[in-house]
C-alpha cells in the first residue's frame, strides 16, 4: 500500500471503481413519505482496525449531519471483535447517541466475522427494509463461497453491500469484489490517506439513502468538491 505524506492524497480507487459504486448507489430505491432511510453500518473492529477506528466514528457523525435536513437517516452499528463476539445497537437517529457508543468499543484480537453481519442484515431486512448495508474491514478470514451465498441473498431483496476494504490485501480484495458484486452493491479502497475519499462516498450513500438523487443533487451543489462530482454523475446517469 503506497503512502503519502499530502493529506489530500489522490483517490485510491481506480477510476472504474468508482464508477462502479456510483452506478451502484444510483439503484438504492427512494423512500417515501418523508420515512427515514435505513443503513447498516458494519465494522471489523479486530485488533488490526485499531487505528483506523477513531476514523470510522468522525465518518459516521458526518453521515448523519449531512442527511439530518432530509428527514434524516436511522443507523444501525455492527461490529465484530474477539471471539465469536458481535454487538449490535438499535436503530439509531442521533449521531451523539451513535458516537458515545463507538467510543466506548476497544478492538480486541480475533478472526473475522463477516457472516454474521450478512446474516444479521438479511433478517433486519425482512422485517423493515434496509437500505444499504455498509462494511469497512480489512481481511477476510472465512468461507467465501458461504459469504457469496449470503451475499447472493441479499441482493435477491435489494439490500446492496457497499464494501470499503482498509488496504489492498488481494485475496481478501477478490473476496470483498464478489460480495459487492454478488449484492449488486459496490467495492473501494481506502487507506488513511485517502480518508476524505471514504467519507465523501459514504455521505453520498447516506445522503441518496434518505432523500434520492435530487437530495443528492441540491447537496453536492452546496457542498462540491466530490460530492458534486458525484451528484453530476448520478444525474448522468437517470
Given amino acids: 500500500m503506497n503512502k503519502s505524506n499530502d493529506k489530500l492524497a489522490p483517490v485510491v480507487s481506480t477510476n472504474a471503481e468508482v464508477k462502479?459504486?456510483?452506478?451502484?448507489?444510483?439503484?438504492?430505491?427512494?423512500?417515501?413519505?418523508?420515512?427515514?432511510?435505513?443503513?447498516?453500518?458494519?465494522?471489523?473492529?479486530?485488533?488490526?482496525?485499531?487505528?483506523?477506528?477513531?476514523?470510522?466514528?468522525?465518518?459516521?457523525?458526518?453521515?448523519?449531519?449531512?442527511?439530518?435536513?432530509l428527514g434524516g437517516l436511522e443507523v444501525q452499528l455492527a461490529f465484530y471483535r474477539g471471539f465469536g463476539e458481535m454487538k449490535v445497537t438499535k436503530w439509531l437517529s442521533d449521531p451523539d447517541e451513535l458516537v458515545k457508543k463507538m467510543n466506548l468499543v476497544r478492538c480486541v484480537a480475533g478472526r473475522t466475522?463477516?457472516?454474521?453481519?450478512?446474516?444479521?442484515?438479511?433478517?433486519?431486512?425482512?422485517?423493515q427494509k434496509v437500505n444499504a448495508l455498509v462494511f469497512v474491514g480489512d481481511v477476510i478470514e472465512e468461507d467465501i463461497d458461504e459469504l457469496g451465498h449470503l451475499s447472493g441473498q441479499l441482493g435477491l431483496i435489494g439490500t446492496p453491500v457497499f464494501i470499503f476494504q482498509d488496504g489492498e490485501e488481494p485475496i481478501s480484495k477478490r473476496g470483498f469484489q464478489d460480495i459487492a458484486r454478488l449484492s449488486n452493491g459496490a467495492y473501494s479502497t481506502f487507506n488513511a490517506d485517502s480518508?476524505?475519499?471514504?467519507?465523501?462516498?459514504?455521505?453520498?450513500?447516506?445522503?441518496?439513502s434518505a432523500g434520492g438523487v435530487s437530495a443528492l443533487t441540491s447537496y453536492g451543489k452546496k457542498i462540491g468538491g466530490r460530492a458534486l462530482q458525484i451528484s453530476n454523475q448520478m444525474t448522468k446517469q437517470k
Fill in 113 to 127: 466475522q463477516i457472516r454474521k453481519v450478512l446474516r444479521h442484515t438479511l433478517k433486519e431486512t425482512k422485517q
Fill in 195 to 208: 480518508a476524505a475519499q471514504l467519507s465523501e462516498l459514504l455521505r453520498a450513500v447516506a445522503v441518496f
Fill in 20 to 69: 462502479a459504486f456510483l452506478n451502484q448507489v444510483a439503484k438504492i430505491p427512494k423512500t417515501g413519505n418523508g420515512s427515514r432511510g435505513r443503513l447498516l453500518f458494519a465494522i471489523d473492529a479486530t485488533l488490526s482496525r485499531e487505528s483506523t477506528w477513531d476514523l470510522a466514528s468522525q465518518i459516521q457523525s458526518e453521515m448523519f449531519i449531512a442527511t439530518k435536513d
